[in-house]
């Protein structure tokens, strides 16, 4: 089945505590993205990437850090967690950067004490 | 930037009725739009999309308006099902960059 994870789905932390949030698709897509939602403003771009160790800033990068080693795994890298992060992200994927439609992955819950 | 509004953050309708949720965006050189479904706890949906070159485009039960003119696009949900209940985003796009999103419209069904 055709799916983007993300790992964990939930997590609650404490400020300065580093994370990382996976995210994988079997899709062999080149484009991947994070996004953090939150309520009154919608879904807001973090970093994206368009192939294997290509990356770049979105909307709201600043706190992030992203990896591409391979093409399937696109990793959010939160080295400081402060309480301004909490929120719920979300990664997706897509074909490439020219193919539109983009799928979502299921959302990572994320409270930051 | 672009700047991508739904007109109302709330709809509800009846069972059966047709549902309309409308957007609207600021960049005139956008050429790619979707709509997504938010159900509760879980990721968005591809509903529908269509491109600058059309104005209706339509999918089982939805249909896709633009008005390039106005830069205002519409869903509408033909016979609105209890299981229809959820957010709806609209994302636009200039010619496959970032996904700019709306911020939502939530859409209750009431029996």
């Known amino acids: 089945e055709a799916q983007v994870t993300q790992n964990p789905r939930y997590l609650i932390t404490v400020t300065g505590k580093k994370l990382t949030v996976t995210c994988s698709q079997n899709?062999?897509?080149?484009?991947m993205s994070w996004y953090r939602q939150d309520p009154g403003l919608g879904l807001r771009q973090i970093y994206y990437?368009?192939?294997?160790?290509?990356?770049d800033k979105g909307d709201v990068p600043e706190g992030y850090k992203v990896s591409r080693k391979e093409k399937r795994n696109f990793p959010l890298i939160l080295e400081s967690p402060s309480p301004n992060q909490t929120s719920l992200y979300f990664c997706?994927?897509?074909?490439?950067?020219?193919?539109?439609?983009?799928?979502f992955g299921p959302g990572t819950r994320l409270t930051v004490l | 930037g672009e700047s991508v509004g739904l007109h109302l953050p709330t709809l509800s309708v009846q069972e059966g009725d047709n549902s309309i949720i409308n957007c609207a965006y600021s960049?005139?050189?956008?050429?790619?739009f979707i709509w997504y479904k938010q159900e509760s706890g879980k990721g968005p949906q591809f509903i529908i999309d269509?491109?600058?070159?059309?104005d209706k485009r339509q999918g089982q039960r939805v249909t896709v308006l633009l008005n390039k003119t106005v830069k205002h696009l519409s869903l509408q949900i033909a016979a609105t099902q209890p299981g229809d209940s959820a957010v709806y985003f609209c994302?636009?796009?200039?010619?496959?960059?970032?996904?700019?999103f709306g911020k939502g419209t939530s859409l209750l069904v009431t029996p």
């Open positions: 997706a994927s897509k074909g490439s950067l020219s193919t539109d439609t983009q799928y």
């Open positions: 899709m062999n897509h080149e484009y």
């Open positions: 990437s368009m192939n294997v160790e290509v990356t």
């Open positions: 960049n005139s050189a956008s050429d790619y």
């Open positions: 269509i491109r600058s070159n059309m």
């Open positions: 994302a636009v796009s200039n010619s496959g960059y970032a996904l700019n």
